[in-house]
């Protein structure tokens, strides 16, 4: 809610996909992604004007209790996939 203002996308996501697991998982995947974009150059203002707003800055362990989580599941990922192939399995 501190970064989800109205009429911003994080806002209308809460209301597209609900509050049940995949709601709050897809939340907490845009939240991500808007921590991780806004950073990025010429790209990340136009990116973050569109997706919300950080009026209050957020404690950096706010930010982490996003950010670590969602590396790890992506990070994971990728390693799954590639012990994946490495095995064959993909042949």
Do not use: C
């Not at 992604?33 to 136009?46: E, K, S």
């Not at 950096?60 to 992506?74: A, N, T, Y």
């Amino acid at each position: 809610s501190r970064i989800a203002t109205p009429g911003k996308q994080l806002d209308g996501i809460r209301e597209i996909w609900g509050n049940g697991p995949i709601g709050r998982w897809m939340r907490v995947v845009h939240v991500y992604f808007f921590f991780i974009f806004r950073n990025l150059p010429r790209i990340g203002p136009r990116i973050e004007s569109r997706m919300g707003d950080e009026a209050e800055a957020l404690p950096m362990g706010l930010k982490l209790w996003v950010i670590l989580p969602v590396s790890v599941f992506f990070v994971s990922i990728i390693v799954s996939l590639m012990a994946a192939w490495y095995l064959g399995v993909f042949d």
